[in-house]
């Protein structure tokens, strides 16, 4: 069936670097993505979002790129910190209502 | 962001017993709110979509007379397990829908999750 895939499992990096994160979809027909964070035995919290008319979106230390042509959607986080240590998923919504989520990627910020 | 209340946090419970587990939206109004099903080291199965003043919709192959949905109200939501067992033992989290600004984006707010363990 449709799904929305990640293609690392755990992404480890030193504290101040960059961090991306890949996702890849394969439902041609989602037209909203979001990516959440979520920290242990917490639900996931939004951190931003892009419609697929769009192919970047900043918010404050995030970047969200969204690439159409090959289905896939990457969430980079600027000068990373401890804080930012958490599995992170992305979504897909097609049509506005259900939401599928990935698999999950697990992100270490080492100090 | 907008708050969604999810509780208990936490219950254990004696198999064969039914637990409900409550969905608040604190300061908005939701008219669709998502029951999702998490095992350790896992992504978000989605249960069901409860829809206020309505029946709830089920994904495939969960079972409706097991996992009781009722959504009364525009901020409350509720899922009971009914007849717990120890196999119904996850990490149970709902989450509200709110539709904003100008693009109307539909950005789904979740509750901190409850987790039920089955004796």
């Known amino acids: 069936g449709e799904s929305v895939g990640l293609h690392l499992p755990t992404l480890s990096v030193q504290e101040g670097d960059n961090s991306i994160i890949n996702c890849a979809y394969s439902?041609?027909?989602?037209?909203?993505f979001i990516w959440y964070k979520q920290e242990s035995g917490k639900g996931p919290q939004f951190i931003i979002d892009?419609?697929?008319?769009?192919d970047k979106r900043q918010g404050q230390r995030v970047t969200v790129l969204l690439n159409k042509t090959v289905k896939h959607l990457s969430l980079q986080i600027a000068a990373t910190q401890p804080g930012d240590s958490a599995v992170y998923f992305c979504?897909?919504?097609?049509?506005?209502?259900?939401?599928?989520f990935g698999a999950g990627t697990r992100l270490f910020v080492k100090a | 962001g907008a708050v969604v209340s999810q509780h208990p946090s936490w219950v254990i419970c004696k198999s064969g017993t039914s637990v409900k587990i409550e969905c608040r939206s604190l300061?908005?109004?939701?008219?669709?709110m998502f029951w999702y099903r998490q095992f350790p080291k896992q992504s978000l199965m989605l249960m069901a979509t409860?829809?206020?003043?309505?029946?709830?919709?089920?994904e495939q192959g969960v079972e409706k007379d097991k996992f009781l949905i009722n959504h009364a109200s525009l901020t409350l939501s509720t899922l009971t397990v009914t007849s717990a067992h120890p196999e119904d033992s996850s990490f149970y989290i709902c989450?509200?829908?709110?539709?904003?600004?100008?693009?109307?984006?539909?950005?789904?707010?979740f509750g901190a999750g409850t987790r039920l363990s089955v004796l």
């Open positions: 979504a897909e919504n097609a049509g506005g209502f259900k939401t599928i």
């Open positions: 409860s829809n206020e003043g309505s029946k709830a919709t089920y």
């Open positions: 989450s509200a829908r709110m539709t904003s600004g100008r693009n109307g984006r539909n950005i789904q707010y």
């Open positions: 892009i419609r697929s008319n769009m």
């Open positions: 439902n041609s027909a989602s037209d909203y």
């Open positions: 300061d908005f109004q939701a008219t669709t």
